[in-house]
């Protein structure tokens, strides 16, 4: 199984940049950050493209044609993370969502000139979106406003695929704070694929979902995962209190049963850890203590 992890971490990318700002030397490039991770025994980088436009330097020209060297030379494999920071792919104002979409296609084009990564990872809904699963309206308003927003998501898919020319296989679209079924039905109606956060699962972000039997259903059409812990709990007052992007072992998740699962069905694709670096060789390890080695 192929391991991969974020390619860069972006508390360090700021300390980075605080050092050049204050002292005026360095430079900021994700070349570095890369091969520290590879050095680590990291066989897969997922670029995260809201660099594009915050820090626009960790994927210049040089960095990309540096990175498209070593995958051609089989050193790692590469995903990459739409922009989600700011963005409402399924908002009903027309000037944003469609501000969002031009983002999106904006970073595609720029990679692909350079690379060809296994998928592009999709959030279909913003932030903005994902509150209407926490409003306290009736249940019957909230499912048909979300009802509604999916099919935007549709929409805004469909006019990406057009307007990059890209398989639509090659766009998984994520489990985030949005309803499971709702996120099924953006896949099936646009023919893209699907990546499973164990964390936002387990969390609770999708619907109380077992996370194995979403695992089963999917097999056709899961191109990857994210991989951390979570947890949803109530306290003693009965306030729910949930958890996500943990270290492996301090949530919910059956790392036996896991990877159990992924061997039964014969998964290919890759395993991210949307973790730091220390907390993804942290979670190796305890994959390594309570699991064993994995082909």
């Known amino acids: 199984m192929r391991f991969g992890i974020l ?56 960095s990309l044609k540096w990175i498209s060297h070593k995958v051609k030379d089989r050193v790692f494999t590469v995903t990459a993370h739409l922009p989600l920071w700011g963005l409402e792919p399924s908002w009903i104002n027309e000037r944003i969502r469609k501000a969002s979409i031009e983002t999106i296609i904006d970073s595609i084009k720029t990679i692909e000139n350079f690379l060809h990564p296994e998928y592009y990872v999709f959030h279909i809904a913003g932030k903005q979106v994902s509150e209407f699963t926490m409003l306290s309206y009736k249940y019957s308003f909230i499912k048909n406003a979300l009802k509604i927003f999916s099919k935007i998501a549709v929409k805004s898919i469909f006019e990406i695929i057009d307007e990059t020319d890209i398989d639509k296989r090659r766009i998984a679209c994520e489990t985030i704070e949005f309803p499971y079924d709702l996120t099924l039905n953006v896949i099936n109606e646009t023919g893209t694929s699907f990546l499973i956060d164990t964390g936002h699962v387990l969390s609770g972000q999708c619907g109380e979902m077992n996370l194995y039997k979403m695992i089963e259903e999917n097999v056709d059409t899961i191109a990857g995962f994210h991989i951390h812990d979570g947890y949803i709990r109530k306290d003693v007052k009965g306030n729910v209190i949930w958890r996500d992007h943990l270290p492996l072992g301090e949530g919910d998740l059956d790392v036996i049963k896991f990877f159990n699962l992924l061997k039964e069905i014969r998964f290919s694709g890759p395993l991210v850890f949307e973790l730091s670096l220390e907390d993804a060789l942290k979670s190796l390890k305890y994959i390594k203590e309570v699991y064993g080695e994995i082909p």
Do not use: N, W
């Open 7 to 62: 390619s860069f971490d972006i508390t360090l990318v700021a300390e980075k940049v605080i050092s050049i700002l204050s002292f005026g030397k360095g430079e900021l490039s994700s070349i570095p950050f890369i091969e520290k991770v590879v050095s680590k025994g990291f066989k897969h980088i997922e670029l995260s493209l809201d660099v594009l436009q915050v820090f626009p330097m960790l994927l210049d020209e040089r």
